[in-house]
Antibody
Framework: EVQLVESGGGLVQPGGSLRLSCATS????????IHWVRQATGKGLEWVSS???????YYSGSVKGRFTISRESAKKSLFLQLNSLRVGDTALYYC???????????????WGQGTLVTVSS | QSALTQPASVSGSPGQSITISCAGT?????????VSWYQQHPGKVPKLMIY???DRPSGISNRFSGSKSGNTASLTISGLQAEDEADYYC??????????FGGGTKLTVL
C-alpha cells in the first residue's frame, strides 16, 4: 500500500524556521518525483515545490529563496526546510507523489494527510 | 505565477450536467496539454479525476470528462449525483516547469 506521512508542522513565530518531513512506503521512492502542496484553512490548493528523481528542484515564486526541498533515498523520505516564515505561509502542507506514466504531465496520484504549519506571533 | 481562474461556485440538480471552467494563459493551460482536475471532499485529500486534459485514471466514472480550447480548460460532470458535491480544482503545468492550481470551485448538488 502506498503511503506518505508528513510530520514536523507546528506553531512558529514570523521569521522562524521549521523542517517538514514526508516518510514514504509501498513504492520505489527513487523512481518518483515528489511535490509539496499547501492549503490554507478554507482556501484553495497551492503548489509549493518539487524534487525530481535526479534531484532537480523547483519552487513557486512565493517561497523561492526561503524554502528548500530535499530527498533522502535511503530513508525513502522527502524534506522541506521552511525559513523566514510569514503569516501567509500558514497552511496544511501535503506531500504528494507525481504519477509515472507515458507522458510528461505532472499529476498527483497519492497524497499524505498533511502537517499543519501555523505562523503567528 | 498567478492562480488559474475558476468560478467560485456552480450548482445543479441530480441528473443534470454542469461544466466548470478554468482559465489560464499561453504560459500554462494554453501552452500545454497537461491539465488536470482534482476533487476534494471536506476534510479529505484531493483526488485526481482527469489528467492530460481529458483522460480519466482507472476507476473514475465516465460521467467526468475534460476538454480544452485555447487558454481555457473545462470539466463536465454529467448525470450529477449527490456524492459529486465537493470542491474541484484544475491544475496545469507551466513554462517555468512548475505547477499552478485554480482557485477552486464549490459544486453544490441541489
Amino acid at each position: 500500500e502506498v503511503q506518505l506521512v508528513e510530520s514536523g508542522g507546528g506553531l512558529v513565530q514570523p521569521g522562524g524556521s521549521l523542517r517538514l518531513s514526508c516518510a514514504t512506503s509501498g513504492f520505489t521512492f527513487s523512481s518518483y518525483d515528489i511535490h509539496w502542496v499547501r492549503q490554507a484553512t478554507g482556501k484553495g490548493l497551492e503548489w509549493v515545490s518539487s524534487i525530481g528523481t535526479g534531484g532537480d528542484t523547483y519552487y513557486s515564486g512565493s517561497v523561492k529563496g526561503r524554502f528548500t526541498i530535499s530527498r533522502e533515498s535511503a530513508k525513502k523520505s522527502l524534506f522541506l526546510q521552511l525559513n523566514s516564515l510569514r503569516v501567509g505561509d500558514t497552511a496544511l502542507y501535503y506531500c504528494a507523489r507525481a504519477m509515472n506514466y507515458y507522458g510528461s504531465g505532472v499529476y498527483f496520484d497519492y497524497w499524505g494527510q498533511g502537517t499543519l504549519v501555523t505562523v503567528s506571533s | 505565477q498567478s492562480a488559474l481562474t475558476q468560478p467560485a461556485s456552480v450548482s445543479g440538480s441530480p441528473g443534470q450536467s454542469i461544466t466548470i471552467s478554468c482559465a489560464g494563459t499561453t504560459s500554462d493551460v494554453g501552452g500545454y496539454d497537461y491539465v488536470s482536475w482534482y476533487q476534494q471532499h471536506p476534510g479529505k485529500v484531493p483526488k485526481l479525476m482527469i489528467y492530460d486534459v481529458s483522460d480519466r485514471p482507472s476507476g473514475i466514472s465516465n460521467r467526468f470528462s475534460g476538454s480544452k480550447s485555447g487558454n481555457t480548460a473545462s470539466l463536465t460532470i454529467s448525470g450529477l449525483q449527490a456524492e459529486d458535491e465537493a470542491d474541484y480544482y484544475c491544475s496545469s503545468y507551466t513554462r517555468n516547469r512548475t505547477q499552478v492550481f485554480g482557485g477552486g470551485t464549490k459544486l453544490t448538488v441541489l
